[in-house]
């Protein structure tokens, strides 16, 4: 089968959770790498993981909405949806931490399942050729045993709250396709990295740890792997499925860099040591394993040759670069950090934006 190549056009793009670390690495390459000049609708609600400043120098390259996905429905925000003639939504809007979905579980129910259920009830109702994009985990399929890898057509057995809500989003958008129409595309991904990331994900906070002295807690033996993808790559995967994939498809986007958590710790140490001039071991020492989490899936890793063979994306990042620009990006970027350990953001957020 040859690559696929279908030139879709796309004119105006509704974004949920656009602030977030994935969103607002997205908006800023269709505007710096793309090139892209129609109009963007920004959408988020704002949570503590949306964080206005990851885009304060885009500012004018697009509009932003502060609102609930599951308040989508409401009037007002229909009458601005069609006022804007949307082509596509592409809904990166989560709650994406597995350790918050096991102590507090509503937020993920509402946000991943009826969140997207009310952004594809606002497509059927609005205008059902409105192409819907769903971004996904490659959590879903559960864990893997020491060899294999995940494919489109793995069965769905998440472990988590956090990896069913996601699936159970999956499987509405797919019900949306087949009951009514509405043109999806869907993909699942490796866990990513990069800058923005907000800092109580693995890597962002074992750098500041490290940079605080702080301890750097590893869960159980630290042995779980991850497959581990940079945050452009995920963005350029996306549009390329967007613009050449297949409606009705799946893609599974991987990074093809299977790391231990220990080894992603261990080489966090070398780079930040590399960049500080501080010895390694201060770093290393500052290890401590902690009680695994409970439903700790052991390993994720995807196979990615059907976006690679068919519509001709491929990784640019190397691993090493990757990470030592995102050690680098932190280190670099000391106001964004304090202004979330302070809770400035927030404050911030609080007097500029009304509640929708």
Not at 41 to 66: Q, R, V
Not at 69 to 78: H, K, N
């Amino acid at each position: 089968m040859n690559i696929v190549e279908i030139k879709r056009e796309i004119k105006n793009i509704a974004i949920t959770g656009g602030m977030g670390f994935i969103g607002s690495n997205f908006i800023r390459y269709l505007r710096e790498d793309v090139g892209f000049t129609g109009n963007i609708l920004n959408i988020d609600k704002l949570t503590y993981a949306g964080n206005p400043s990851n885009l304060s120098d885009l500012e004018n390259k697009y509009t932003f909405l502060k609102w609930d996905i599951c308040a989508i429905l409401d009037i007002d925000f229909i009458k601005i949806f069609d006022d804007c003639k949307i082509d596509l939504i592409i809904n990166f809007a989560a709650e994406s931490h597995v350790d918050k979905s096991i102590y507090g579980p509503s937020d993920f129910i509402k946000t991943n399942i009826l969140g997207t259920f009310s952004l594809l009830e606002a497509v059927r109702k609005i205008n059902k050729n409105i192409i819907f994009y769903q971004v996904g985990s490659d959590e879903v399929f559960g864990s893997l045993p020491e060899f294999g890898y995940f494919n489109e057509h793995s069965k769905y057995d998440p472990r988590s709250v956090y990896s069913a809500s996601k699936a159970s989003a999956d499987h509405l958008v797919k019900a949306y396709y087949h009951t009514y129409g509405i043109p999806v595309l869907m993909s699942n991904c490796s866990n990513n990295y990069g800058p923005y990331q907000f800092p109580e994900k693995l890597i962002p906070l074992m750098i500041l740890n490290m940079l605080e002295r702080k301890p750097l807690p590893v869960y159980g033996d630290g042995k779980q792997i991850r497959d581990w993808l940079y945050v452009k790559d995920h963005c350029e995967a996306i549009w390329t499925i967007i613009t050449k994939g297949e409606i009705g498809e799946s893609y599974n986007i991987g990074g093809d860099n299977e790391k231990t958590n220990i080894e992603i710790i261990d080489i966090l140490c070398e780079l930040v040591s590399d960049h500080t001039g501080v010895p390694i071991n201060v770093y290393r020492n500052l290890i401590t394993h902690v009680t695994d989490r409970p439903g700790h899936d052991r390993r994720y890793a995807v196979n990615c040759d059907k976006i690679k063979r068919f519509l001709g994306w491929k990784q640019h990042m190397s691993f090493y670069l990757g990470m030592d620009s995102t050690v680098k990006w932190y280190i670099d970027n000391k106001k964004w950090i304090n202004d979330i350990k302070t809770g400035e953001y927030l404050k911030w957020i609080e007097n500029n934006y009304k509640d929708r």
